[in-house]
């Protein structure tokens, strides 16, 4: 049920293989108002199969269905590419003209894009020195929805443009590049679907505008999804180092699942209500759980001392969000293994949202920081 009469509004619809979540926003004098919200939960044992025509359209079909149970007002959507299915990296080239710095990071760009340059959109922004000032923007920059040639993909130029200081004798380069056939499936998705895409994003820009804003504090943010955990350094609200890795909610279900001998759905509720709790009857859940999240702490490690090396500014805090998140205690677990302030993120704090709403939206707020992220790109 919307929330609000119908106004000029942007979908934000964040799709992966287990669900779609569909957030409306409008702009209420330059801050972002929830109109209204929508998922769909795939069941817990579903099995997708990403390339598959018949998987398309049955996504377009819940992507339409969730928009209908919404009665969204929009048919204009942003969407993200998938974090595992985008190369980011930051090169440092020297000071050059305009037309020699296009040449020099396309060059740059074969030599770190583990796939073909000619398969890929590419797109490159010049990194501030000093601490950036946004100019909001929020426009298209004249590309054309739906057109593949012309569709930006990335955060960066929609976030705002970024004023810069060129370093004397170098310039870093934010470079991003993402696949032309995905590119081109998401805009079938959302043709099947009925809805105009506007712009495809990223996921790391897209939690940096929901979770961070304009902060300019550096802070490593991991996205515990149902499949996959990401994980995100960022700086000044730019991403300097991205990672992820194929272990998610669904990976600690199974692993109480076997050791419980209880069915899928048991284990999902076994895993949110005692979560990293000790001293429980179900102890063994803490110990299982602790197990599975073990890789996720080596990678997020290994980020941190990688990130470390660079030389740049130490985090400051971590910031948690994914479903899995909000397993219970898993903040404070994970403080006192990395010796850091860790938050769970409030994706909703730069949102205007009806008071009597709010223990329904803080419930399932973590789910929706990319989908929010996304529909506040034309916003904020």
């Not at 796939?115 to 100019?135: F, K, Q, R, Y």
């Not at 961070?212 to 995100?232: E, K, R, Y």
């Not at 599975?292 to 470390?308: C, G, Q």
């Amino acid at each position: 049920m919307a929330l609000f009469s119908a106004a000029t509004s942007y979908l934000g619809v964040d799709v992966d293989s287990h669900s779609v979540k569909i957030v409306e926003l409008k702009n209420d004098r330059g801050r972002p108002r929830l109109l209204t919200y929508g998922y769909f939960d795939h069941p817990l044992d579903y099995q997708s199969k990403d390339d598959s025509e018949q998987d398309l359209r049955m996504t377009a079909g819940l992507i339409r269905e969730t928009v209908r149970k919404a009665k969204v007002g929009s048919r204009v959507a942003i969407s993200a590419l998938p974090a595992f299915s985008v190369f980011s990296s930051v090169i440092t080239l020297p000071e050059l003209s305009a037309k020699e710095l296009a040449a020099a990071v396309r060059w740059e760009a074969k030599k770190v894009i583990p796939l073909p340059i000619d398969e890929m959109n590419l797109h490159w922004d010049i990194l501030p020195t000093d601490a950036p000032v946004a100019v909001a923007d929020g426009k298209a920059s004249g590309h054309t929805p739906n057109d593949p040639e012309k569709l930006s993909f990335n955060g960066m130029r929609f976030f705002g443009k970024m004023v810069h200081r060129k370093q004397a004798g170098n310039t870093r380069v934010l470079l991003t590049a993402a696949p032309k056939a995905l590119v081109r499936r998401y805009l079938t998705l959302f043709r099947e679907a009925g809805l105009t895409l506007l712009a495809l994003d990223t996921e790391s820009f897209s939690l940096v505008r929901s979770l961070i804003g304009s902060d300019p504090a550096t802070v490593m943010l991991v996205d515990m999804d149902f499949t996959v955990t990401n994980i995100m350094i960022a700086q000044n609200g730019v991403p300097y180092l991205n990672r992820s890795i194929n272990v998610g909610g669904l990976t600690i279900t199974r692993g109480i699942a076997t050791a419980l001998n209880v069915s899928l759905d048991r284990a999902e509720q076994l895993k949110y209500d005692i979560g990293m709790q000790q001293g429980t009857a179900a102890g063994s859940i803490p110990t299982t759980i602790v197990q599975a999240l073990a890789p996720v702490v080596d990678e997020i490690r290994y980020s941190l001392n990688l990130y470390r090396s660079q030389g740049r500014p130490p985090i400051e805090r971590v910031i948690l969000t994914g479903g899995s998140s909000l397993l219970a205690n898993l903040p404070q677990y994970l403080g006192n293994l990395l010796q850091l302030r860790v938050f769970l993120g409030d994706p909703w704090a730069r949102v205007i949202c009806p008071e009597e709403l709010k223990p329904a939206l803080d419930e399932i707020g973590p789910r929706f920081s990319v989908a929010i992220g996304l529909g506040m790109k034309e916003i904020s």
